[in-house]
Protein backbone atom coordinates (compact mmCIF):
# COMPACT_ATOMS: atom_id res chain seq x y z
CA UNK A 1 0.00 0.00 0.00
CA UNK A 2 1.51 3.37 -0.93
CA UNK A 3 1.49 6.25 1.19
CA UNK A 4 0.14 9.61 -0.25
CA UNK A 5 0.05 13.00 1.54
CA UNK A 6 -2.47 15.81 -0.02
CA UNK A 7 -0.89 18.91 1.02
CA UNK A 8 -2.80 22.39 0.21
CA UNK A 9 -3.65 25.85 1.06
CA UNK A 10 -6.93 27.25 0.51
CA UNK A 11 -8.59 30.70 0.45
CA UNK A 12 -11.88 30.22 -0.27
CA UNK A 13 -12.23 26.79 -0.11
CA UNK A 14 -11.85 25.72 -3.70
CA UNK A 15 -8.89 24.31 -3.71
CA UNK A 16 -9.46 22.29 -0.18
CA UNK A 17 -12.54 20.76 -2.17
CA UNK A 18 -10.53 19.70 -4.74
CA UNK A 19 -7.64 18.16 -1.66
CA UNK A 20 -10.97 16.03 -0.55
CA UNK A 21 -11.59 14.80 -4.41
CA UNK A 22 -7.63 13.95 -4.65
CA UNK A 23 -8.01 12.27 -1.54
CA UNK A 24 -11.10 10.27 -2.14
CA UNK A 25 -9.55 9.12 -5.33
CA UNK A 26 -6.16 7.98 -3.66
CA UNK A 27 -8.03 6.06 -1.64
CA UNK A 28 -10.08 4.34 -3.91
CA UNK A 29 -6.56 3.13 -5.73
CA UNK A 30 -5.86 1.80 -2.16
CA UNK A 31 -3.47 4.30 -0.87
CA UNK A 32 -3.22 5.19 2.81
CA UNK A 33 -3.75 9.13 2.73
CA UNK A 34 -2.96 11.93 5.09
CA UNK A 35 -4.62 15.56 3.95
CA UNK A 36 -2.61 17.89 5.44
CA UNK A 37 -2.95 22.19 5.77
CA UNK A 38 0.47 23.52 4.09
CA UNK A 39 1.09 24.93 7.24
CA UNK A 40 1.29 21.49 8.88
CA UNK A 41 3.93 20.41 6.25
CA UNK A 42 7.29 20.15 5.48
CA UNK A 43 10.43 18.96 3.61
CA UNK A 44 11.09 16.54 7.04
CA UNK A 45 7.82 14.60 5.93
CA UNK A 46 8.49 13.90 2.49
CA UNK A 47 10.35 11.18 3.01
CA UNK A 48 7.48 9.60 4.75
CA UNK A 49 5.58 9.57 2.36
CA UNK A 50 5.35 7.38 -1.77
CA UNK A 51 4.08 10.50 -3.36
CA UNK A 52 2.73 13.90 -2.44
CA UNK A 53 0.32 16.05 -4.22
CA UNK A 54 0.51 19.82 -3.63
CA UNK A 55 -2.54 22.04 -4.39
CA UNK A 56 -2.43 25.87 -4.43
CA UNK A 57 -4.52 28.09 -6.11
CA UNK A 58 -3.24 31.26 -7.83
CA UNK A 59 -3.13 34.48 -6.58
CA UNK A 60 -1.94 37.88 -7.35
CA UNK A 61 -0.37 38.32 -10.41
CA UNK A 62 -0.77 34.29 -11.14
CA UNK A 63 1.80 32.58 -8.49
CA UNK A 64 1.76 30.54 -5.44
CA UNK A 65 -0.19 32.03 -1.91
CA UNK A 66 3.19 33.62 -0.84
CA UNK A 67 2.91 33.58 3.23
CA UNK A 68 2.19 30.00 3.95
CA UNK A 69 2.03 27.42 0.81
CA UNK A 70 5.38 28.96 -0.63
CA UNK A 71 7.49 29.29 1.91
CA UNK A 72 6.52 25.38 2.38
CA UNK A 73 6.89 24.79 -0.68
CA UNK A 74 10.48 26.24 -1.40
CA UNK A 75 11.28 24.10 1.91
CA UNK A 76 10.11 20.84 -0.33
CA UNK A 77 11.86 21.52 -2.88
CA UNK A 78 15.16 19.99 -1.79
CA UNK A 79 13.20 16.75 -1.61
CA UNK A 80 11.68 16.44 -5.06
CA UNK A 81 14.62 15.30 -7.31
CA UNK A 82 12.73 11.26 -7.67
CA UNK A 83 10.06 12.41 -6.01
CA UNK A 84 6.13 11.16 -7.45
CA UNK A 85 4.40 14.35 -7.28
CA UNK A 86 1.01 16.09 -8.64
CA UNK A 87 -0.01 19.51 -8.85
CA UNK A 88 -3.54 20.96 -8.59
CA UNK A 89 -5.20 24.18 -7.86
CA UNK A 90 -7.68 26.76 -8.82
CA UNK A 91 -7.73 30.58 -10.28
CA UNK A 92 -10.02 32.75 -10.83
CA UNK A 93 -8.25 34.98 -13.51
CA UNK A 94 -5.73 34.60 -16.27
CA UNK A 95 -4.71 31.49 -18.09
CA UNK A 96 -3.04 28.89 -15.81
CA UNK A 97 0.12 30.38 -15.99
CA UNK A 98 1.26 29.68 -12.26
CA UNK A 99 0.57 26.12 -12.97
CA UNK A 100 2.99 26.05 -15.79
CA UNK A 101 5.64 28.35 -14.31
CA UNK A 102 5.35 25.61 -10.68
CA UNK A 103 5.44 22.56 -13.29
CA UNK A 104 8.84 23.46 -15.09
CA UNK A 105 9.86 24.44 -11.19
CA UNK A 106 8.84 20.63 -9.84
CA UNK A 107 10.55 19.39 -13.25
CA UNK A 108 14.06 21.36 -13.00
CA UNK A 109 13.92 20.09 -9.18
CA UNK A 110 13.99 16.33 -10.66
CA UNK A 111 10.41 15.37 -9.02
CA UNK A 112 8.56 12.95 -11.17
CA UNK A 113 5.18 14.45 -12.70
CA UNK A 114 2.01 11.49 -11.85
CA UNK A 115 0.19 13.08 -14.23
CA UNK A 116 -1.19 16.15 -16.16
CA UNK A 117 -1.83 18.95 -13.34
CA UNK A 118 -5.43 19.85 -12.64
CA UNK A 119 -6.67 23.76 -12.72
CA UNK A 120 -10.00 24.64 -12.34
CA UNK A 121 -11.66 28.14 -12.26
CA UNK A 122 -13.54 28.57 -9.02
CA UNK A 123 -15.33 26.13 -7.19
CA UNK A 124 -14.24 22.51 -8.93
CA UNK A 125 -17.50 21.78 -10.82
CA UNK A 126 -18.17 17.84 -11.58
CA UNK A 127 -15.66 17.24 -14.15
CA UNK A 128 -12.96 19.28 -12.49
CA UNK A 129 -13.89 16.39 -9.09
CA UNK A 130 -13.65 13.51 -11.37
CA UNK A 131 -9.98 14.80 -12.60
CA UNK A 132 -9.34 15.46 -9.37
CA UNK A 133 -10.00 12.04 -8.59
CA UNK A 134 -7.85 10.75 -11.22
CA UNK A 135 -4.86 12.27 -10.04
CA UNK A 136 -4.88 10.89 -7.14
CA UNK A 137 -5.72 7.63 -8.65
CA UNK A 138 -2.59 8.62 -10.35
CA UNK A 139 -0.30 9.03 -7.33
CA UNK A 140 -1.51 5.44 -5.66
Given at each position: MSKVAVV ?7 TQAMADAVA ?117
Open positions: YWSGTGNAGAQEAGAEVQVLEASSFGADQMDAYDAVAFGCPSMGSEQLEESEFEPMFTDCEAKLSGKKIALFGSYGWGDGEWMRNWEQTCTDDGAVLACDSVICNEAPDDDAVEACKALGKALA
